[in-house]
């Protein structure tokens, strides 16, 4: 009888009615009765699944809504429903969801890879895509200006982005404030993303239908200065910034980390001109693609994370001939060797230039292959580039005063890469060969160059390239080498997730030993 009263609460207590279910359920045998029970109570467990399953894809329980705001002017931050876009959820993706589609162009001297990025406006909803260049050798997302981000729903902070490049050559650069809101890529939200929007900027990628930069480096890169000091002043024709405050989370490693888990990021690239030409892919999904062939591996080798994803190379190998003693530092100005997708070239010592330049005057084919460390004590790391393929595409380049090596965005046109953060390691897939002819026309660059001195600085691409100039550069004015790290200001908001941007400092500062990446709190040179 205890039984049947469990039963009661689910029909309609209605007189005889009632009388005559209990009846019913009592003429039952008993393990009957035990199974409709079993059945009741895993369809609770069921019901609540799925209750926890619709809060996670609407982005949390109905207490949530306070996310937005109107507008980052002052005086005018009213407060407005979610969005109408389905926000990032914390749970098992497909790989399609997982990844972020990219394009390619080529640019003012070189291919370009592209992410399509969109704010999201006051009323919730998406605001047109901008193409921006996608940067492994920066940390800055950062937006050309338009008239059209005045409807995007940020929160406007005490701080602004200020970026200096191509030193040596023409002023390039930007400036303007550090916001923070929701912007959408591919399938994937970044939540409370911290970016900049360019109040003034100088030979920037911000013409031919590109629209700004998507950094996807390291957190000490992304380096914020207070506004209530003195602004920017770039009139003179000499780029200045103020003394740094600090560094905030980047909005592409802020979100591999908020997801938990493993980090890795994935970068693939056709090596062709075109759209949906790549795709990056962020935890899971970068070792469950079909670009990922676990059989034909090289490495893992060890990488570094010291703002740049830096590696160390231990020689070079090229027609029969080797090269050493590239003294890779990720810590000195002028000695970090890194794998950059901004660089358009593979930027090769000048002894190493001037080889490969000699080999392909006289049309004898050989390879270019730069050794790395494994990862774990492990056995080195070739990583291998036709040199006929390269020059074919333009892929070589010339490094001056204030560049060591960079693995530039040709790498991808033969490599699958897949950097895998947490274990601070970086993987390499080889790809079919290359055709013998470039995918575009381009000039290449291995005529014989005179060598160049300090004083004639390297003419280069594009203000991503290559970076040569008098002397080593640093992107914080005043701050020279030796007098790291810049100094840390103590005035940054805390809020209490420490995942969402200007999440506090990295204080602990920790020697890096060559080749090592060891997270430091420090603010580097980078490029």
Known sequence: MTMAMMF?????????????QLKALIRLPLPAVLCGLFLTLQ?????????????AVFDGTNETKRRFKSSG???NQTDREGPTYAPVAKRSRSVQESSIPLSAVSWSGGQRLLMAVSPVSSSGELLPAQKLVVDTGSSTLAFCQSSFLQEAAFESTDYISCNQYNPGGDPTGYWGPFVQGDVLAGNMTFQKASYSIMAF?????CKDGIQGIFGIAFRQLDVAYPAGTTLPNWDTG???????????PPPMIQQLRSEGGVEKLGIFWSGQVGENQGRLYLDAAAVTNEHYNKSSVLGPAVLGEVGWYDVTVQKIQLGGREFANFDCDPNTPGKQCIMDTGTPALVLPPEVFEAAAELINFGEPASLTFFLPGASGEQEVPVSFDLIALNNMAALSKGGAGTNIILGLPLWAFYYTV????DQSVSLFPKKKLQSQPSIPAQSPMEPQTPQSPQSPQVIPWPFGPFT?????????????GSWPAPVGGSWPQPSDPWTPFGGFEEERKPAKQGEGRRMGELPVHI
């Open 73 to 75: 002017r002052p005086g």
């Open 43 to 55: 369809g609770c467990e069921e019901l609540q699944h799925v209750k926890k399953e619709a809060e």
């Open 469 to 481: 100039g008098p002397s080593p550069w640093t992107p914080i004015p005043g701050h020279q080498p």
């Open 419 to 422: 950097f895998d953060i947490t």
């Open 8 to 20: 009661l609460g689910a029909v309609d207590s209605k007189g005889l009615e009632v009388m005559w």
């Open 238 to 248: 000499k780029a200045s910034c103020p003394d740094a405050a600090g560094v905030v």
């Open 201 to 205: 900027e100088e030979n920037m990628p």
